[in-house]
């Protein structure tokens, strides 16, 4: 079976450092990978997706960046935090277009100080 | 651009009744699918029903079912016998068959009175 991971679960930075947030699936190859954001327990933001190594499509331009070093693994960087970006991160990952759904990560609770 | 909307921020539901969720979207494509998301207080996605735009039939899991109208696009859920379980964040969000992205509605929060 497949699953999917996140890390770290809880994450406090000041503003003004790096971030590194880790999605990596098992049990599948070859997915398309998705980075969300929820603030405010609200609706979900997609910020990358990716169908394939090295690929990343970015939907809102902001201080983010993602990157698929490898097949299963997709990482959310920033060079400098904003107050702006707490909020709680999701993974997700699809299997192409045969199925239809997307299954998501636990999640990262990023909060910036 | 294709749009969900759900229009209800939250709603309550007594322990035991059923309660529907509404959910409307904007495309022009004739090829899609409607899922519909919970997010309990763990806030752990799960899916919970998934609807393809060519099927006619309405999609059913448990006590979970929706009210699929393709040309209203009108796609809401149905809970029966509501569970304490039940209380969370209920996502409505749709897919292109031509598109790798999923675009969600802003959600509705579902409280069970006990």
């Known amino acids: 079976s497949q699953t999917i991971h996140q890390w770290p679960a809880t994450l406090v930075q000041p503003v003004g450092s790096p971030l590194s947030l880790e999605c990596t699936v098992e049990g599948t190859s070859n997915p398309n990978l998705y980075w969300y954001r929820q603030a405010a327990g609200r609706g979900l933001q997609l910020l990358f997706y990716s169908v394939g190594i090295g690929q990343i499509s970015s939907e809102v331009p902001q201080n983010l960046s993602a990157s698929r070093p490898q097949d299963r693994q997709f990482i959310l960087s920033s060079k400098k935090l904003l107050l702006s970006d707490s909020g709680f991160y999701l993974c997700?990952?699809?299997?192409?277009?045969?199925?239809?759904?997307?299954?998501f990560g636990p999640g990262t609770r990023l909060t910036v100080l | 651009a294709q749009t969900v909307t759900q229009s209800q921020p939250e709603m309550s539901v007594q322990e035991a009744e059923t309660v529907t969720l509404s959910c409307t979207y904007d495309t022009s494509e004739s090829d899609y699918y409607l899922f519909w998301y919970k997010q309990p207080p763990s806030r752990q996605m799960i899916l919970v029903i998934r609807?393809?735009?060519?099927?006619?039939q309405n999609a059913t899991e448990n006590r979970f079912s929706v009210n699929f109208q393709k040309a209203a696009k009108s796609f809401s859920l149905k809970i029966s016998d509501s569970q304490l379980g039940d209380a969370a964040m209920y996502f409505c969000?749709?897919?292109?068959?031509?598109?790798?992205?999923?675009?969600f509605g802003k959600g509705t929060r579902l409280h069970i009175l006990p």
């Open positions: 969000a749709y897919r292109s068959a031509r598109d790798d992205k999923i675009i």
């Open positions: 609807q393809e735009a060519y099927k006619q």
């Open positions: 997700a990952w699809m299997r192409g277009r045969v199925l239809n759904e997307q299954f």
